[in-house]
């Protein structure tokens, strides 16, 4: 079973739209740590942020937003009026008790159009 | 330089051939990693080094060898690869393994391609 799950593949939407990237993910430990990372067309993972799982609060970062969901296991990212710079790969993370061990998901493109 | 580097940034190579790709980080970091990342496939972990010493090795075929001679840099050893070996690699380093510390800083990756 994989440990993070992006169920959405790709995402088109227009400029100024918001858009929710889905994330749910899986772990049996009490402490871990949930990630988002943006790729761009260049290739490079850039963090966005880290959680732990003690802080349920949802965080907001200019047009950036999280939920933090426990009861469902899920960390989802919110982009509120998307930029066509927004077009990236979104990748959600999860590190474990043992933090030798990351999981990504697989995914989600998300497509801003003009 | 700043934050993760990586060279070479594209490499092809054959199936016979014997190559290296590097990774440097100036970020002052203590754990670094190696990642592969295939077409429509999670990125996958493949090594992973926390001050010089590997804690991770993810069942990674021996055609891939890391060597970490320092805690800034960390190289990949390749020989005798696949066409199914053609990825992304990226490094990453992170200030530790655990604890708060723990987010990682991506390099830009070198795109290879066995022939």
């Not at chain 1, 999280?66 to 509120?80: A, D, E, H, L, V």
């Amino acid at each position: 079973a994989q440990k993070v799950t992006q169920a959405q593949t790709e995402i088109s939407v227009v400029e100024k739209e918001d858009v929710t990237l889905d994330c749910v993910y899986e772990t049996r430990d009490t402490t871990y740590y949930l990630f988002w990372y943006k790729q761009p067309p260049s290739g490079e993972l850039v963090f966005l942020i880290r959680r732990n799982s003690f802080d349920e609060q949802n965080e907001i970062s200019g047009r950036y937003s999280w939920n933090f969901q426990k009861s469902t296991s899920s960390f989802n990212f919110t982009i509120t009026a998307s930029q066509v710079v927004d077009s990236a790969v979104y990748f959600c993370a999860l590190s474990e008790h043992n933090f030798n061990k990351f999981y990504f998901g697989s995914g989600t493109k998300l497509n801003v159009k003009p | 330089e700043t934050g993760v580097t990586q060279t070479p940034r594209h490499l092809v190579m054959g199936m016979t051939n014997k190559k290296s790709l590097k990774c440097e980080q100036h970020l002052g970091h203590n754990a670094m990693y190696w990642y592969k990342q295939s077409a429509k496939k999670p990125l996958e972990l493949m090594f992973v080094y926390n001050f010089k010493e590997q804690t991770e090795n993810n069942s990674v075929p021996s055609r891939f060898s890391p060597e970490c001679p320092n805690s800034s840099h960390l190289f990949l050893h390749l020989h005798t690869l696949q066409p199914e070996d053609s990825a992304l690699y990226l490094c990453a380093s992170s200030q530790d393994l655990g604890g708060v510390g723990n987010e990682q800083f991506f390099g830009p990756g070198t795109r290879l391609t066995v022939l």
